[in-house]
């Protein structure tokens, strides 16, 4: 998979989230939250190249390198959904979603 391939998976699942804010658990989403997604599986097939076999792979992620990653937007995001603030929630999605939009990734091996 390359990056522009792991860019669009990424951006299917944050999509299939933003769909089911409302429809689904909160509960359940929070674990979809936590969920490996295509920019983390990239990342994770460097580390394999690389033979890191400890750490955190998210040094190697391209968006963790260009944008600061999704760590905190996913915190944010967890702790909207348990307090069941549906709208923050979606607001954080459809951010990170334009952030993943907006990531260059044509080049980047």
């Given at each position: 998979m390359d990056w522009t391939e792991a860019r669009d998976r990424s951006l299917d699942q944050w999509r299939t989230i933003l769909s089911s804010i409302g429809h689904l658990d909160p509960n359940e989403l929070v674990v979809w939250t936590h969920s490996a997604y295509g920019l983390c599986e990239k990342a994770e097939e460097l580390a394999r190249d690389?033979?890191?076999t400890t750490g955190s792979v998210c040094r190697l992620c391209l968006a963790w390198q260009r944008q600061g990653g999704c760590l905190e937007a996913?915190?944010?995001l967890e702790a909207a959904l348990l307090a069941g603030d549906?709208?923050?929630a979606?607001?954080?999605v459809r951010g990170m979603i334009?952030?993943?939009e907006a990531l260059e990734v044509a080049g980047v091996q």
């Open positions: 690389e033979g890191q996913r915190e944010r549906l709208e923050e979606r607001e954080i334009a952030d993943l």
